[in-house]
């Protein structure tokens, strides 16, 4: 926060906060360019999956896992939440993904998002000892 003197100097009556960004930084060699990727012309579609693991696996494991039964359609897959406590299985763990996919040429259809969901939920199995969470 700039002084309370120098704002008063320039007849400024509110608090004014000064910062510095130094840009140069963001390039040293000035070849390097921002990556930009814009939004697909297809909606995404979005699911959430949620997984019972045993306790030892990392979500690291059971990402990719997913991410290799997934495909080209799957564009972003986050880890939200992990639980342990009443309703989980003894020696496991919830593992809670956000997922979302999106096809480059047209909008898929729920049954295509589904064929992929059963492969990615038969990879987590197969990698993981993993079990889909029904609701």
């Given at each position: 926060?700039?002084?309370?003197?120098?704002?008063r100097h320039w007849d400024i009556e509110v608090p004014v906060h000064l910062f510095v960004v130094l840009l140069d930084t963001?390039?040293?060699?000035?070849?390097?360019?921002?990556?930009?990727?814009?939004?697909?012309?297809?909606?995404?579609?979005?699911?959430?999956?949620?997984?019972?693991?045993?306790?030892?696996?990392?979500?690291?494991?059971?990402?990719?896992?997913?991410?290799?039964?997934?495909?080209?359609?799957?564009?972003?897959?986050?880890?939200?939440?992990?639980?342990?406590?009443?309703?989980?299985?003894?020696?496991?763990?919830?593992?809670?993904?956000?997922l979302q996919f999106q096809h480059p040429e047209r909008t898929?259809?729920?049954?295509?998002?589904?064929?992929?969901?059963?492969?990615?939920?038969?990879?987590?199995?197969?990698?993981?000892?993993?079990?889909?969470?029904?609701?």
């Amino acid at each position: 926060m700039l002084s309370q003197q120098l704002l008063r100097h320039w007849d400024i009556e509110v608090p004014v906060h000064l910062f510095v960004v130094l840009l140069d930084t963001l390039s040293r060699d000035g070849s390097a360019r921002p990556r930009v990727a814009l939004p697909g012309r297809f909606p995404p579609v979005r699911r959430d999956l949620a997984f019972f693991v045993p306790e030892h696996t990392t979500h690291d494991e059971l990402a990719t896992a997913l991410r290799g039964a997934a495909g080209d359609w799957l564009v972003r897959l986050d880890l939200f939440d992990v639980y342990t406590g009443p309703g989980t299985p003894r020696g496991m763990k919830s593992l809670a993904f956000a997922l979302q996919f999106q096809h480059p040429e047209r909008t898929l259809a729920e049954t295509e998002i589904q064929k992929v969901q059963d492969r990615m939920a038969a990879a987590a199995g197969a990698a993981c000892g993993a079990r889909l969470r029904e609701r």
